[in-house]
């Protein structure tokens, strides 16, 4: 199991497992798809769009988990 970190990439999520996208759809980051987000940290992402970070990284690491 990939372990998944704040300080990872979205572009790097993305790689580990293309369903982590409706996690973070889910969450509200609609703009996966746009270049300067696959060089964003998920903290970064988080930040810009009012979220709490750990949260995020919890429900990715439970979906690989599973």
């Known amino acids: 199991m990939a372990k998944v ?3 990872m990439l979205i572009g790097q ?3 580990i497992d293309a369903n982590i996208a409706p996690i973070l759809m889910r ?3 609609h703009c ?3 270049p300067s987000s696959q060089m964003e940290s998920l903290e970064e992402a988080a930040m ?3 979220l709490d ?6 429900q990715i690491n439970d979906f690989l988990g599973e």
């Open 5 to 7: 970190s704040k300080d």
């Open 32 to 34: 996966l798809g746009c």
């Open 48 to 50: 810009v769009h009012g």
């Open 27 to 29: 969450a509200g980051m």
């Open 13 to 15: 999520l993305l790689q």
């Open 53 to 58: 970070v750990d949260v995020l990284v919890n």
